[in-house]
């Protein structure tokens, strides 16, 4: 098995298109809106083969609670999307961004909430201790890329969303239940590795 490096730099080299959040949902048309930049950071730990990942803050406005990589919107000092997506992970999490090798990009994902948002895959290489920030972030824990390559790992689910139910990936991990975006992204992520 090629290594770490390799096996993702190859991921990234395989065609792929754009996803969103409306990718299970033929009969729900996507609006046409003018959608705010964003990235995310795929974090995988180099020694230990997992990718980082957070729980968000149950105080928070939108999403409380759910699973997501660290990320945010590109302020207008980030010099590029990457450059927001290591921005992000150092507040959100502590990672020091001179301990990530950046891989590359995904294809960007379209959310329900308006957002573009770019995955940005990068190896942590050296050590790193978790700093969560205590008002955006309650946990950060790591899933083995075993699991998140593994297809037969993904659901498809469905909840009701204004008025109609809406499908959307889940890859459950132990008491975590990573779902929609970040799940949507993982399967991305998932299918150029397989």
Known sequence: MPDLHQRLCDA??????????????GDIQIPDR???????LIAVRAETNTVLLTK???????HP?????PGGKQ?????SLTDAALREAEEEIGLPREIVQIIGTLPPHQTVTGYQVT????????EFTPVPEV???????????THLTDAAMFHVEGRMWQGRKRFYYT???????IWGATARILRALTERLT
């Open 12 to 25: 990234l080299s395989q065609s792929g298109s754009a996803s969103s959040d409306f990718d299970l949902n």
């Open 34 to 40: 003018q959608l705010t930049p964003a990235a995310v």
């Open 56 to 62: 968000r803050s149950a105080r928070l406005k939108h």
């Open 65 to 69: 609670g759910q699973i997501a990589f």
């Open 75 to 79: 302020d207008p000092h980030d010099a």
């Open 119 to 126: 995955p940005v895959l990068g190896i942590v290489q050296g």
């Open 135 to 145: 008002g955006e972030v309650s946990e950060v824990f790591e899933v083995p890329l």
């Open 171 to 177: 890859v459950p991990y132990g008491p975590y239940y």
